[in-house]
């Protein structure tokens, strides 16, 4: 059974800093991109990033330059650091891991996790 967790949310000041985690785990087949998307109160869930095994990442155009997403391989383990967040980045933070196995790609989510970024 895959699970996917994420972690790293939390309450930040404006301008500060977060760095959340997305992990996978049991028995996958090849990765094939992994997503970040996030959900602020009353809005639609709306795509942040998508990370490949390489560590190539598109960005959405509002966190360009202050988000990065990086990947270790090793680890299962997906990254997102973000800098001088705004309050419009509060939102719950998914991860999407898209697995290819048996001849097509799964998508598993998490659970989220909450960033606030308040005063």
């Known amino acids: 059974q895959v699970q996917v967790v994420e972690s790293g949310g939390g309450l930040v000041q404006p301008g500060g800093s977060l760095r959340l985690s997305c992990a996978v785990s049991?028995?996958?087949?090849?990765?094939?991109?992994i997503r970040w998307y996030r959900q602020a109160p009353g809005k639609e869930r709306e795509w942040v990033a998508t990370?490949?095994?390489?560590?190539?990442?598109n960005y959405e155009d509002s966190v360009k330059a202050r988000f990065i997403a990086s990947i270790d391989n090793a680890k299962r383990r997906l990254y997102l650091q973000m800098h001088s967040l705004k309050p419009e980045d509060t939102a719950v933070y998914f991860c999407?891991?898209?697995?290819?196995?048996?001849?097509?790609?799964?998508?598993?989510w998490g659970q989220g996790t909450q960033v606030t970024v308040s005063t």
């Open positions: 999407d891991w898209g697995i290819y196995r048996g001849g097509r790609t799964y998508d598993y």
């Open positions: 049991g028995s996958i087949g090849k990765i094939m991109a």
């Open positions: 990370t490949t095994t390489d560590n190539t990442t």
